[in-house]
């Protein structure tokens, strides 16, 4: 099997961890992250360091890429550019879990992560570096532009087209031919049945947007700072 790396040795990380142990198609080395001391261990596999020893790693480990295993759409952009940088053409790889299933005719770019029990009905296009995190679904000929993300129990009807970096919280619904656009996040347990506009902050029964949202502005790390903006140039 090819090795590869992980970046992020958070939860998230963990979880990705599981996808591609039990997929089992590439053999992971260890992980890269900047807020953990080199040489510990997270679910038993090495922290190796952080992204600028990245050029090292790959020729030490003859590495075949990696995966980001970041939770925020803004960050996992950021730490995606700052590879590129460092290592031109850094192939990206996608997990699927196992228990996933995914329909007729979906199209799965780079660096997806789609996690235990989601399910990806027919004719689906999920664009580059998307997660659709446990037991969500996406049905028939939905769309999520790159950087979007699904959380835990996301439930959506047919012909979705969820915007870049926007987000759909934990155990939230949302009913047929939605549009969400992009920078957007839908907020835990909503109700989705009209179209949302970009760059807000959305939620309730039914969803209607309360503010307007910054592009970046976190949504998961809420008073932490993210992983590795210390060291990525802005």
Same mark, same amino acid.
């Given at each position: 099997?090819?090795?590869?790396?992980?970046?992020?040795?958070? =939860?998230?990380?963990?979880? *990705?961890?599981?996808? !591609?142990?039990?997929?089992?198609?590439?053999? $992971?080395?260890?992980? *890269?992250?900047?807020?953990? /001391?080199?040489?510990?261990?997270?679910?038993?596999?090495?922290?190796?360091?952080?992204?600028? %020893?990245?050029?090292?790693?790959?020729? /030490?480990?003859?590495?075949?890429?990696?995966?980001?295993?970041? =939770?925020?759409?803004?960050?996992?952009?950021?730490?995606? %550019?700052?590879?590129?940088?460092?290592?031109? @053409?850094? @192939?990206?790889?996608?997990? !699927?879990?196992?228990?996933? !299933?995914?329909?007729?005719?979906?199209?799965?770019?780079?660096?997806?992560?789609?996690?235990?029990?989601?399910? $990806?009905?027919?004719?689906?296009?999920?664009?580059?570096?998307?997660?659709?995190?446990? @037991?969500?679904?996406?049905?028939?000929?939905?769309?999520?532009?790159?950087?979007?993300?699904?959380?835990?129990?996301?439930?959506?009807?047919?012909?979705?087209?969820?915007?870049?970096?926007?987000?759909?919280?934990?155990?939230?619904?949302?009913?047929?031919?939605?549009?969400?656009?992009?920078?957007?996040?839908?907020?835990?347990?909503?109700?989705?049945?009209?179209?949302?506009?970009?760059?807000?902050?959305?939620?309730?029964?039914?969803?209607?947007? $309360?503010?307007?949202?910054? *592009?970046?502005?976190?949504?998961?790390?809420?008073?932490?700072?993210?992983?590795?903006?210390?060291?990525? %140039?802005?």
């Amino acid at each position: 099997m090819n090795n590869i790396i992980i970046f992020g040795a958070s =939860g998230h990380g963990s979880v *990705v961890l599981d996808c !591609i142990e039990q997929e089992g198609k590439y053999q $992971v080395i260890g992980f *890269v992250d900047s807020f953990k /001391k080199k040489g510990r261990l997270q679910n038993g596999y090495e922290i190796l360091g952080n992204e600028h %020893d990245l050029p090292v790693l790959m020729e /030490k480990f003859n590495l075949h890429g990696g995966i980001i295993a970041i =939770g925020d759409n803004w960050t996992r952009k950021i730490i995606a %550019d700052k590879i590129s940088k460092i290592v031109p @053409n850094f @192939n990206f790889i996608t997990a !699927i879990h196992p228990t996933a !299933i995914i329909g007729k005719d979906v199209t799965i770019g780079k660096g997806v992560v789609i996690m235990p029990g989601t399910i $990806v009905n027919a004719n689906c296009q999920i664009e580059d570096f998307c997660i659709l995190n446990t @037991n969500s679904s996406l049905d028939h000929d939905g769309k999520m532009e790159e950087y979007s993300s699904l959380a835990p129990r996301v439930c959506t009807g047919g012909n979705l087209q969820l915007g870049k970096f926007s987000a759909i919280c934990l155990g939230a619904n949302v009913i047929e031919s939605i549009t969400i656009k992009q920078h957007t996040v839908v907020g835990a347990g909503s109700l989705v049945i009209d179209d949302i506009d970009s760059h807000v902050l959305a939620y309730g029964s039914p969803a209607k947007a $309360v503010r307007i949202r910054a *592009v970046g502005e976190k949504y998961l790390t809420a008073g932490k700072v993210p992983y590795l903006l210390n060291v990525v %140039d802005a």
